[in-house]
DNA sequence: GACGATGTAAAATGAACGTTTTACATTGGT
DNA sequence: ACCAATGTAAAACGTTCATTTTACATCGTC
């Protein structure tokens, strides 16, 4: 395990647990087990050390999510759910905690979600055989809405999401 | 107007575009035109303060869901981000930067979440004669979904939840 | 066995944090 | 006219912030 490595996975857990700007480079250096001398020679800056989490958070999310169904994808992320817990989306997170003034932070945030966009478009088409513009939209308000309703909610939001996908692609003959 | 009027509308304003902890007391003292001193003496702290937007704000976010209909909620939802623009919720953005660790905080978000989880099984159970537990738990991921979701897409994500609603509705009769 | 790279430990930087305090101005009620 | 209340302005509080620097240890490699 490198030093990113170990850097990367620290922080995930203490930005998604505590937050972004209340988490402290301290915490992170304790985390990681690394002083801050190299956290800086290894990451550049706190912002920059955000942008990796979620590009990694990104890559990690992205192979759960290589499934061939818009059922398997809601499967797939009740089982994200029930590993990594429901604190809600950290890219988003992300955003408004630094009100979008921080490129880098904006740009990992809005590949992410173009990303996750084109896996649902792909799997619409792939089970309807349309371009169905309005259910893609409708599947990613679902998705979106089962990861953040999960945080009060529990399990039963991501289930719920899951049932009424598999409605509305039922209503959506090819 | 008063002072804690004067403070919780400029507070809410800056918090909702720059974030809760990135919103520096001098940036709300200055905000709403009062001294520091003046500040401590209404509002007690800054997590009272950051309670006390909350819960004004779901006071005024529950007017605005004073419908009578599912669809009305969302054609509801889709006035208030035109309005008040799309940052995602600002109840799950609180909780996320503390990390529930502010019981005033905490309070304030499950109190909001319950209450239009109520506004929902109501207006369900009026348009549908039944007690849908199924349905509530969707239309409340569809409404949670299309607050983030229009973060990064825009009305169009309302508008598709709106219309997924009326779908999952209408497949549900009385 | 010396060397450059790479790490740690710890102190220093200067700014910003939330909060309190001191000193003073304004004002409305009796 | 005066007093208590309520406001402002501004400095001071001690802490914490992100970042840099200084000094030293450890290492694999030639």
Redesign the pocket.
């Known amino acids: 395990m490198t030093?990113m490595d170990k850097l990367v996975t620290a922080s995930e857990a203490l930005f998604d647990r505590h937050g972004f700007?209340a988490?402290?480079?301290?915490?992170l250096t304790q985390g990681a087990?690394?002083?801050?001398?190299?956290l800086?020679?290894?990451a550049g800056?706190?912002?920059a050390l955000i942008a990796r989490v979620l590009n990694e958070r990104d890559k990690r999310f992205a192979r759960r999510l290589e499934v061939e169904s818009i059922d398997a994808l809601f499967k797939a992320l009740e089982d994200w759910v029930r590993v990594e817990g429901a604190r809600g989306c950290l890219f988003l997170r992300a955003l408004g905690e630094t009100g979008g003034d921080t490129p880098e932070i904006v740009d990992a945030v809005l590949a992410h979600k173009v990303r996750v966009a084109e896996r649902i478009a792909a799997l619409v088409e792939h089970e309807t055989g349309r371009d169905d513009a309005m259910l893609v939209e409708q599947i990613i308000v679902l998705f979106e809405g089962a990861t953040a309703a999960a945080i009060y909610r529990g399990e039963q939001a991501v289930a719920a999401a899951r049932q009424a996908a598999a409605t509305l692609l039922a209503g959506a003959h090819s």
């Open positions: 030093i700007t988490t402290g480079m301290d915490k087990g690394i002083s801050s001398r190299t800086y020679k290894h800056s706190k912002n």
